[in-house]
Nanobody, 116 residues
């Protein structure tokens, strides 16, 4: 299964940009859909963007037009380009398969903090 290592987070002012990366120790080539998840303080983790093996993408309404998810199967890496960041984008970002089970392994995530 996927064993992700997320990076690229940080502290940024509102309106700024960050690019998150997710390197996986397992191959993502055979995984149809990969996703980025966000867990805001005191809230549950939820999907913000997903991408299939053929490049089809889905975004939650709150990030449409600002975030772009992409993947490089040859490098077993998934990316999340985040532009026009808002304070409500603050949270820990995780990547993983878009299909989650009770046995899914979660990495440590990467913290994104957007100041107003």
């Amino acid at each position: 299964q996927v064993q992700p290592v997320e990076s690229g987070g940080g502290l940024v002012q509102a309106g700024g940009s960050l690019r998150l990366s997710c390197a996986t120790s397992g191959s993502i080539f055979s995984i149809d859909a990969m996703a980025w998840y966000r867990q805001a303080p005191g809230k549950q983790r939820h999907v913000v963007a997903s991408i299939t093996s053929t490049g089809n993408t889905i975004y939650v309404d709150s990030v449409k037009g600002r975030f772009t998810i992409s993947r490089d199967n040859a490098k077993n890496t998934v990316y999340l380009q985040m532009n026009s960041l808002k304070p409500e984008d603050t949270g820990v970002y995780y990547c993983n398969s878009a299909v989650i089970t009770v046995n899914t392994y979660w990495g440590q995530g990467t913290q994104v903090t957007v100041s107003s």
